[in-house]
């Protein structure tokens, strides 16, 4: 913590330039997936920054090392941002595009809820389908897992995405629940919790 009167410790930044123009395309397209899988954020084409933490510094410097060694040029700097609008303002771009990544996440998984009222509604509650539908939660889950890792100021967007994946799995499980019950001929146990069309089968 802060003492009264002294400014909270700011995130130093690494500021990554990377030029592939005599290296191979691939090294190219490499370094380019690689800093974005990262979360850099690009002040200009070949140049960005990246917090200054040591999991990251590891992963850029043995990036520009490779670059390097494709006869590609590159440098890492550290730099501090002394300035507080300067600061703000870069914390908000950061924020910006992880957020832009979690309204993915949101928007798409509608899309899973909607897979599972319509299955059950067909009346193809199947384990086949559970396992179909898990697999989706699975790459919702490395999705989100892949954004958290680069969220590096704590975007805002986090909170709907998150509620979002979290409403997929418990429409999954009711889903597994109404396979199970079809299976069986067991009525399910919690009929609340199930989506608007598993009730519905479950009620007749």
Known sequence: MTQQGQAPTRQ????VTASTAAAPAATRVRAWR????????????????????DGVRRQVQRLLASVREDGGTARL???AVEDDAEYAQLVAEFNT????????????????LAELEQETARGRATYAEVEESEADLERFDKWLAKIKARDYFDAPGAVAAHEAVEQCRAALAAFEDAALAAQTGQPTTDTAQLPTAVRLRAVD
């Open 97 to 112: 595009e992880r957020d832009a990544e979690y309204a993915e996440v949101v928007e798409r998984a509608p899309t899973l």
């Open 77 to 79: 700097l550290t730099v």
């Open 34 to 53: 690689k800093l974005r899988s990262l979360g850099a954020l690009y002040l200009q084409q070949s140049v960005c920054l990246l917090p200054a933490r």
């Open 12 to 15: 130093r930044f690494l500021l």
